[in-house]
């Protein structure tokens, strides 16, 4: 039985507690650090007298969220002593010390919100959304306190191997607040589809964004040919600058930071395509075997190539505020330089002994490239091989053991192990009745009983563990639903590994949890 039609077996059961409900049987996801049962409850019989007490950017960017959600509001009476929602930014002891942590009170006389920073606020409204939801318009007094585990809590969306639309884009991070979800690791290119606007190199959106086959499968297996954007079989797309400066600041309303992933300097065959100056050869580019899709690299030992992705880079951060900036660098095979007279004359002059480590030499240039913009160089584990760049942040996704590497060296770690949070992976062992997924198992159970910190690290290093992200790969996924149907519900579970502290995981208390966001999935589509 698939796992969000099993779920439907448990809502109307569950659904019914609502209407007797006490604060012992809050359903929120993830469940509050501390929650103290008080008594009665709030009932909102009319919309309830808002007040903030916040500078003014903060007040009117919380007012106007509040108007687009269910909670019946009115500006009218800010001092009001009964029915009322009460939004403060304090430093009172008792608020936990994290600018994402808040105090939430709810009491007969009306509801309060108490947070360090406009982030905590925004979350203590999306528990008191979520109450809401759950109870109606009496909601059981009590008292929550509440603060995240992670500072990153992000989830990668990979737009290059299947395109979707920034309204799909915007959908997601709606779900992502939802859940206290604070990153999106956008993938904007690879060797599938370069999807970001460069005016530069126009070429990269009017060629490498479109291509021969509707998927991925069929493009692959067509020779992974392009083609130009007005070819009548052209398929794929792009964003325009505008349109990612719309995603960012609606994201940015969300409390959701964007991080760009532009891959450097392996999977490249979209760039190459376009300007096929970029590789080895120099030679245009062509696929004559489908794995020489993943042999096609930049060549390190061009100037021109290092202009070319300072150009790139240049417009990126432009466009994105992020302090992180992804250049990818996985999987990045070196057949090509290992026989590149240019990339042999750059060892020779940098003195390095094997192929591998011009990767290395890549990175770190582009990481000094970004540091001198303010901005933070992150990639995936690879970037380890070879030596690894000053200040680099590493994304650990084949399993732990790069994570833990770079932590043992002093190098902040973001966990997103394929073993436990990877949402292309079948979520049933029958996949006959599955849609098709890329392979592996991976249960919501398996997901939730993920925990980032490697006990092989000590307490010191732990600290260079700075959060955990899940990543859903679209090569076998080309549709709104096929891309819902592999997040949810195992996104619920992620936000409990990214949020909760262990001691405050309970898979089962989880499960009886669960079925709350079956009304919010319908609600939004």
Known sequence: MRPLRSLFLWAAAALCLAACGTASDDAVIPHPASVEELPGSFRIHAPMALSVEAPVEAAEALTGYLKTTPLPIDTAEPDAAKNYLRLELSDDERIPASEEGYVLSVRPAGITIAARGEAGLFYGLQTLLQLHEQFGSRIPAQRIVDAPRFAYRGLHLDVS?????????????????????????????????????????????????????????????????YCRFDDPEASGGYYTKEEIREVVAYADSLHITVIPEIEFPGHAVGALASYPWLGCTG???????????????????????????EGVLEEVVGLFPSEYIHIGGDECPTVMWEKCPHC?????????????????????????????????????DEILEGGLAPNATVMSWRGESGGIEAAKQKHDVIMTPNTYLYF?????????????????????????????????LTPEEQQYI????????????????????????????????????????????????????????DAEG
């Not at 004359?345 to 913009?373: C, D, H, I, S």
């Not at 062992?429 to 490697?454: A, H, Q, W």
């Open 424 to 456: 292309d992976y079948y979520q049933a062992k029958d996949t006959e009745n599955e849609p098709f997924g890329i392979g592996g198992y991976l249960p919501m159970e398996r997901v939730y009983s993920y925990e980032p910190m490697p006990a092989s």
């Open 283 to 309: 030679e245009q580019y062509e696929v004559r075997q489908t794995w020489d899709i993943d042999d096609r690299v930049f060549c390190i030992g061009k100037e021109t190539t290092f202009e070319f992705i």
């Open 161 to 225: 191997r299947n395109f979707f639309d920034k309204e799909f884009v915007k959908k997601q991070l709606r779900m992502m607040a939802s859940l206290k979800l604070n990153r999106l690791h956008w993938h904007l290119t690879d060797g599938a589809g370069w999807r970001i606007q460069i005016d530069r190199y126009p070429l990269l959106t009017e060629v490498a964004a479109w291509r021969r086959g509707a998927t991925w499968q069929q493009w692959r297996d067509g020779g992974a040919k």
């Open 344 to 380: 042999k004359a750059r060892m020779k002059a940098e003195g390095l002994r094997r192929p591998r480590q011009l990767q290395n030499y890549a990175t770190a240039r582009v990481e000094k490239f970004l540091n001198a913009r303010g901005r933070r160089l992150i990639g995936w």
């Open 466 to 521: 700075k959060g955990v992200q899940a990543n859903l790969w679209t090569e076998y996924i080309a549709t709104f639903s096929h891309a819902q149907y592999m997040v949810l519900p195992r996104w619920a579970a992620l936000c409990e590994v990214q949020w909760s502290t262990p001691d405050k995981k309970n898979y089962e208390d989880f499960l009886s949890r669960l079925p709350r966001l079956i009304k919010w999935y």
